[in-house]
C-alpha cells in the first residue's frame, strides 16, 4: 500500500475486453486519432492508469481554488484595465466593444459553471505549476466524468476510489444557475454547439453537460449556434422555433462569437443570459497568465509570464492568446526548439511563459508518457481531474487520455 507521501505514479493495467464499444457506448465517439503519416492510435488508453494519493488529491484540490480566487483577481484587474487610455493589458485580441461586454458582465456579477485548470505535476516533491485555464470552452467533459468512473467501477469496483465528483457538482451547479420559474415551472436552457465539429466531441460533451442539468430540474433543448436567430424589432435573440432565447449554454468560444455578423448585437439583448457569461472573455485569454503574474510575481504555482512580449525569458512557450489543442505554439529551450502547426491563431497576440518540461512518465519498454492535470472547477470548487498524456513536450490532439484512482 501507498503512503501519504508517495508520489503520483503511472501503472500497467490489462484493458477491458470490448473496452472500446464500451466507451463509446458512454459518448466517447471521437476515440481514434489519426496521425500526420495516416497512422491510428487511440485516445482512450486504458492500458495504465495513474494513481494519486488523498494528500496529493487535497493538494490539487486546494491549488486549484487557490488559482481560481486569484484567476477572478486577476479578471477584476484586466476589466479595470480597460478603461486605461494606453494600458498594454487592454491587448486581449478581442474588440474594444466586446472587452467592455466582458466588463459589464463581469459588473454584473453573471454566474459561471465550469473550467478546467491544465497543470504540471509529478509528485509531492516536484513544483505544482499553472499552464493555463480553460475557462470557457473546456472539453474532454464526457472521458473525466464518465468514462473514466465507469472505467473503475467495472476494474475496481468498490476497492479504490476516484478523484471526480464533476458529473454531480455540475447537477447541483445547475439548481443554483437555473432555478425553476416563480411559478413552479423547470428553467428552460437551450443547449448549443456547432455543426463543425465533425468528431462528435462538441456535441457529446454538451449531452453530459444537458443530462446535468435535466437532472437538477432543468427543461433542456438542443440548439445549434447556426440556429441563432435575432428579432430586430424587439433585439432579442431566438432559437430554431423562434422563441425567444432565456438562458442558453454555448460550447463556443466567445472571442469567435464577438467578431461574426451578429457580434455587434450581443450587447442588445439584456434578457438573454449565456453560459458561460462574457466575462469569461478575461478568463479564457491566455493574458490571464500574464496578469497572474502581474499580480502575483513570484507566487509558487505560477510560471514567469509576459504579454506580448518574452521579458527577459531564455527559455521559454510563445503561445497565441486564444490558440487551442497545443496550435501555434513555439518553444525554446535547452532541450530543444519545438514549433507546431500554427492554425488559424496569432494573429491576436501572444505570451511568453518561461519552459517547464513536462515530467515523464516512462511505459515499460521506454516510451515517453509525458501527463498534463487537468482539474476541473464547477463554480468555485474543483472536483476531480483529467489526465492526457504526450510523447513530446506540447499536450496536442495526439494526446491519450489516461484514467486515475486513488490509492494511498
Partial sequence: ARTRGDPMERRVMAPRPGWERTIASQGLVFDETVHPDGTVTHYWNESACYALTMAEVEHLEQASERLHAMSLEAARFLADEQSVPGSPWRALGIPREAA????????????????????????????????EYNADTPTGLVEAAVCQWFWKEDVFGD?????????????????????????????????????????????????????????????????LMSQIGFDTERLRFVGADLRYLRRIFKLYPWEDMVTERFGPRLKLDDEVRWIEPAWKMLLSTKALTAALWHLYPGHELLLPTFLNDRGGLREWVRKPLHGREGAGIEIRSRAGDVSSAAGRWGAEGHVYQQFHGLPDFPAPDGAPNRPVLGTWMVGDECFGVGIRESDGPVTDALCRFVPNIIDG
Fill in 100 to 131: 467592455q461586454l466582458a466588463v459589464d458582465s463581469l459588473n454584473a456579477g453573471e454566474p459561471s459553471l465550469y473550467g478546467r485548470f491544465d497543470l504540471v505535476y509529478s509528485g509531492p516533491d516536484a513544483p505544482t505549476k499553472l499552464l
Fill in 159 to 223: 476497492a479504490v476510489d476516484q478523484w471526480n465528483g464533476i458529473f454531480e457538482a455540475l447537477t447541483d451547479r445547475w439548481r443554483r444557475i437555473a432555478p425553476p420559474e416563480a411559478d413552479g415551472t423547470p428553467a428552460r436552457v437551450h443547449f448549443a454547439h456547432t455543426e463543425l465539429d465533425e468528431t462528435g466531441e462538441d456535441a457529446m460533451t454538451v449531452a453530459v453537460l444537458r443530462d446535468a442539468a435535466e437532472q437538477a430540474g432543468v427543461r433542456g433543448e438542443s440548439l
